[in-house]
């Protein structure tokens, strides 16, 4: 598992966090459980109860093809819009540009996120429409940066 934000912390468990944000801000993808337990390092004992609570509340949606079974973001849950938004605000802005970024992995030595946006959570309303830089640097030391604006 990665970060966590001081915002979830007081809502949710670091665990819940961190299983929403790769199911929610992946709704297309269909996960199984082992693939989650990889991803979050955690056995995949420890997620179970999480992911059937989820389903139980209709935030995720559960598949099962022959021995396997499949979770997924359930678009339709009315809460899905907010959380998503939520997630990404907190724990989920390295996941989302994590994937935005995966094409050109085998050309990036490092990528950083930092500004306002890392913090978002404790900023100012009139900060949050800044824009916020963020920089990668590929394997050859090429500096290659893009702009994140809100």
Request: aromatic share 6%; with cysteine.
């Amino acid at each position: 598992m990665e970060r966590s934000s001081q915002v979830l912390d007081v809502l949710l468990s670091k665990t819940k966090q961190h299983l929403l944000s790769a199911i929610l801000l992946q709704p297309e993808r269909s996960w199984y459980l082992s693939e989650l337990a990889r991803r979050l390092h955690v056995p995949p004992s420890s997620l179970q109860r999480e992911l059937a609570q989820f389903v139980e509340t209709g935030i995720v949606t559960r598949r099962q093809d022959g021995n396997r079974v499949y979770f997924q973001a359930n678009r339709i849950c009315p809460v899905f819009q907010e959380l998503s938004q939520m997630l990404t605000k907190t724990v989920g802005l390295a996941d989302v540009v994590r994937s935005a970024l995966m094409p050109l992995r085998p050309n990036i030595d490092v990528a950083l996120i930092y500004g306002s946006i890392v913090h978002y959570s404790r900023v100012p309303e009139e900060v949050k429409s800044q824009e916020s830089l963020s920089w990668l640097r590929s394997k050859d030391r090429t500096a290659l940066h893009f702009r994140h604006s809100r």
